[in-house]
C-alpha cells in the first residue's frame, strides 16, 4: 500500500457504536491504523525518504525516558537507524539495523510513548493512542515555510536531520581521505575516523556546510580569489577544511587562495604549519597572533570562533572595517553586558535567578551585536550551530555584506531604524555601554 493512500483511511475514532460486533471492528480498525503507520515508517527508509522519526508523550508517569528521536544513516554499507534516547539526566546514542530499529519502535509503541510522528521531505505522519488506548492517525504535508525552517534548523541540528542526506552532505564537502585529517588526528593512517573524534568531525561538517551556504549567499564564485582570516584557529581543524574545500570547489582551476589561521599558542602554529608542509598545501598558513596584534591587508571572510568576551567584538570590529563580505563569529564568555544590565520591574521576578539572568545577558549581548552588523550594511543571523550535545558554546552569528549601494535613501532609513531600536534596547535595560559599538564610533569619521 502507497503511503499517500493513508490520508485516506477511516479513522477508527469515528466508530462510535458500542455494541460488541462495533466495538470488535474497531479494535481491528486500530490495529490497522498501528500497522499501517509500521508500513509507511518501513517504506519511507526503505526509499529514502524519512528524515526523522520521533517518538514523544510517554505513557508512564514519571517515566525517566522522556523522548526517542532516530534518523537514518549508513554504516559500513548497511542502512540504519540511529537513535537518541533522551533520558532526564542524560542522552543515550544507539544504532540498529533497519529491521531490529523497527522492532524496538514497535515495542516503544503503545508501551512507553502515546504519539508517533514519522517525518519526510514532504509530510508529517502522526499515530496517536488516546487514554482508552485507541489509535488514530493523520497525514499533514509541510509547506513552503516548514520547509525554509527545516534547512535553517539543519544548520544547528544534525540530530534532527536526515541522516542519509547528511551522509551525502559530508561527502561532498569533505572526505575521510583527506590527508590533513589524518595529520590532525581525525583519521588513522588508515583514513578511517578516530572514535574519540566523532563530535569533532560533526562540527567540521557543519562548519563547512554553513560558509558554503554563506559563500553561495554572497555571490562568492566557485574560483573567486579570497582572502581570509580564521582568529583563534587552535588546531586548526575548521581552516585546513575550508581551505581543502574551497580548493576542490574550483575544479582543477586556478584560485587564488590566502587562508591565514591567527593562533596565540606558538606550539598549535608550529603544528599546523608542520601539517601544511606534509600535505604540501598552497594558500594556507598560520601565524601566532590575535584580533589585537594581526591586521590583514585585504579580508574577504573573517572568522572568529569562541573568542572570549568582548574579543569578539573586536573581530567582529576588524570584519567590518575592512569591509568583508562574509563575518562568522562564535561568541563566548559574555562578560561586558551582564554586570551593567538593570532589571526592568516588569522582569525581575524571571531575572532575579542567576542563570536566567545569565542567559539574558548573552542573548542581549549578541542581539545587539546582530543589530549593528544591520547597521553596517550586512544581513545577520543568530542561530544555534551544532547541538549542545556537542558542545555548550553553541550559538553562531553569520552576516553576509549586502550588495549594493549603501547611500540610497531607504538604506539610509534602516540604517536609522535599526539605530533607533539598538538605543531602545539599551535603555530599556540599562546599558551604558557596548565594545562593538564603541569601536564602531571611534572609526567613523568625524
Known amino acids: 500500500m502507497s503511503p499517500d493512500s493513508l490520508s485516506a483511511s477511516p479513522s477508527a475514532s469515528s ?14 480498525a486500530d490495529l490497522a491504523q498501528r500497522e499501517r503507520f509500521f508500513e509507511a515508517l518501513a517504506q519511507a527508509i526503505a526509499d529514502g525518504s524519512a528524515t526523522r522519526v520521533l517518538l514523544s508523550k510517554p505513557t508512564v508517569k514519571d517515566d525517566d525516558l522522556e523522548r526517542v528521536t532516530a534518523r537514518t544513516l549508513v554504516l559500513r554499507g548497511e542502512r540504519c537507524l540511529s537513535f537518541v534516547f533522551k ?23 503503545g508501551t512507553r510513548f502515546a504519539h508517533e510522528h514519522l ?16 489509535y488514530t492517525m493523520h497525514r499533514a504535508k509541510l509547506n513552503v515555510g516548514d520547509a525554509t525552517r527545516a534547512a535553517v534548523v539543519a544548520a544547528s541540528s544534525q540530530d534532527d536531520g536526515d541522516g542519509a542526506q547528511h551522509d551525502r552532505q559530508k561527502h561532498r564537502f569533505l572526505s575521510l581521505d583527506a590527508p590533513f585529517l589524518t595529520e590532525l588526528g581525525v583519521t588513522t593512517a588508515r583514513h578511517e575516523l578516530v572514535p574519540a573524534m566523532a563530535r569533532k568531525w560533526k562540527q567540521i561538517n557543519k562548519f563547512v556546510e554553513v560558509m558554503s551556504h554563506a559563500l553561495e549567499s554572497a555571490g562568492v564564485g566557485a574560483t573567486a580569489a579570497l582572502n581570509i582570516v580564521d582568529f583563534g584557529a587552535g588546531k586548526g581543524y575548521l581552516t585546513f577544511a575550508l581551505h581543502d574545500v574551497l580548493r576542490r570547489q574550483a575544479g582543477g582551476a586556478a584560485r587564488a587562495l590566502d587562508i591565514v589561521g591567527v593562533e596565540l599558542r606558538p606550539d598549535l602554529v608550529t603544528l599546523c ?27 574577504d571572510v573573517m572568522i572568529a570562533l569562541h573568542a ?25 564568555c559574555h562578560k561586558q553586558i551582564r554586570p551593567q544590565m538593570q532589571m526592568p520591574a516588569l522582569l525581575k521576578p524571571m531575572l532575579q ?15 545587539l551585536r546582530a543589530l549593528l552588523l544591520e547597521a553596517h550594511g550586512y544581513d545577520a543571523q543568530v542561530f544555534e550551530f551544532v547541538a549542545l550535545e556537542h558542545t555548550s558554546k553553541n550559538k553562531m552569528i553569520l552576516a553576509v555584506r549586502r550588495t549594493g549601494p549603501q547611500d540610497t535613501p531607504q538604506a539610509q ?3 536609522a531604524d535599526v539605530l533607533a531600536q539598538i538605543a531602545e534596547l539599551k535603555q530599556f535595560y540599562g546599558i551604558r555601554e557596548h565594545c562593538l559599538e564603541t569601536l564602531l564610533a571611534a572609526a567613523a569619521p568625524a
Request: charged share 25%; aromatic share 2%; net charge neutral.
Open 413 to 415: 532609513r534602516r540604517r
Open 353 to 367: 535567578h542567576g542563570i536566567h539572568l545569565g542567559q539574558q545577558a548573552e542573548m542581549v549581548t549578541d542581539g
Open 119 to 134: 517525518f519526510t521531505h514532504e509530510s508529517e505522519l502522526q499515530l496517536m493512542m488516546s487514554r482508552k488506548g485507541r
Open 308 to 332: 572570549c568576551d568582548t574579543a569578539t567584538d573586536h573581530a567582529l570590529h576588524t570584519g567590518i572595517r575592512a569591509g568583508a563580505s562574509i563575518i562568522m563569529c562564535s561568541p563566548c
Open 15 to 28: 466508530l462510535t457504536d458500542s455494541s460488541p460486533l462495533n466495538a470488535g471492528t474497531a479494535a481491528l
Open 87 to 109: 533520558h532526564r539526566t542524560k542522552d543515550i546514542t544507539k544504532n540498529e539495523p533497519v529491521a531490529s530499529a523497527l522492532e524496538t519502535i514497535a515495542h516503544l509503541v
Open 273 to 299: 604549519n608542520d601539517a601544511i608542509a606534509k600535505c604540501k598545501l598552497q594558500g594556507l598558513r598560520f601565524e601566532a597572533g590575535d584580533v589585537s596584534s594581526f591586521v590583514p591587508e585585504r579580508l
